[in-house]
C-alpha cells in the first residue's frame, strides 16, 4: 500500500539555521504531496503541496520539490525562526483514494534563540 | 469564515462505553474526513465522507464508525471503548473532490480510562 517516510526527530536547530527535513513515499500512480504543521494543542494546517512531478511548493519560506525520480518531497528552509518550532508531517493523497491522507511519523523541529 | 468546528475538546470515558464525536466543516465543504492520532501510530485515517456518503475507509475495526449528515456535519461513533482507542480526534474537510487540501479542527482528546 501507499506510505510515506521521513526523518525522525527532534531536530533542534539554532536560529537562522538551515533546515532540511526529509521525506521519501511509495505509491502507485501520481499521488499528490503535502507538508502539514501542527502547532502544540492544535490541529494541523497545510504548509505547501505539489501536484505533479518538479512541481516546487512554497509557503513562508518553507519549500519542497516534487521529485518523481527519487520519489522524494523534501522540506527546506534557509533561515528559520523559534516559531517555526512545531512538528511537521509529510503527506500523500493517492490516485482514486478521494481526499484521503497518508501521513508519515512526523518530525518535531526546536529551534532554539 | 468560520473553521472546522470539533466539539467536545476533551472527553474522558470508561472502558466499555461509546461515544460520539462531532464535526462542524466549513461552510461549503462536503468532504470530511477524519483520523486517529497517537504517540505510537501517529495520524491514521479513520473514514472520509462525501454528500453523505462514505467513500473511504481505513483499517480500523468495526466499533469505529461515522456517518455525515445533509448539512456536511459528521459524527463519528466508537462504540465497547478499549484503552488504546485514547487518543488525539482530528477532523478535516476539503472543498474539491479529491486530493484537495484538507481543513483540520482541533481535535477532541479522547481519554479512556
Known amino acids: 500500500g501507499d506510505s510515506v517516510t521521513q526523518m525522525e526527530g527532534p531536530v533542534t536547530l539554532s536560529e537562522e539555521a538551515f533546515l532540511t527535513i526529509n521525506c521519501t513515499y511509495t505509491a502507485t500512480g501520481y499521488p499528490s504531496l503535502f507538508w502539514y504543521v501542527q502547532y502544540p494543542g492544535e490541529g494541523l494546517q497545510l504548509l505547501l503541496k505539489?501536484?505533479?512531478?518538479?512541481d516546487k511548493g512554497s509557503n513562508k519560506g518553507f519549500e519542497a520539490t516534487y521529485r518523481k525520480e527519487t520519489t522524494s518531497f523534501h522540506l527546506e528552509k534557509g533561515s528559520v525562526q523559534v516559531s517555526d518550532s512545531a512538528v511537521y508531517f509529510c503527506a500523500l493523497s493517492a490516485n482514486n483514494a478521494g481526499n484521503m491522507l497518508t501521513f508519515g511519523g512526523g518530525t518535531r523541529l526546536m529551534v532554539k534563540p | 469564515k468560520a473553521g472546522v468546528t470539533q466539539t467536545p475538546r476533551y472527553l474522558i470515558k470508561t472502558r466499555g462505553q461509546q461515544v460520539t464525536l462531532s464535526c462542524s466543516p466549513i461552510?461549503?465543504?462536503?468532504?470530511v474526513s477524519w483520523y486517529q492520532q497517537t504517540p505510537g501510530q501517529g495520524l491514521q485515517f479513520l473514514f472520509e465522507?462525501?454528500?453523505?456518503?462514505?467513500?473511504n475507509k481505513g483499517n480500523f475495526p468495526g466499533r469505529f464508525s461515522g456517518r455525515q449528515f445533509s448539512n456536511s456535519r459528521s459524527e463519528m461513533n466508537v462504540s465497547t471503548l478499549e484503552l488504546g482507542d485514547s487518543a488525539l480526534y482530528l477532523c478535516a474537510s476539503s472543498l474539491a473532490v479529491d486530493r484537495a487540501e484538507a481543513f483540520f479542527g482541533q481535535g477532541t482528546r479522547l481519554t479512556v480510562v
Open positions: 505539489a501536484t505533479k512531478a518538479d
Open positions: 461552510s461549503g465543504h462536503r468532504s
Open positions: 465522507y462525501f454528500s453523505e456518503t462514505q467513500r
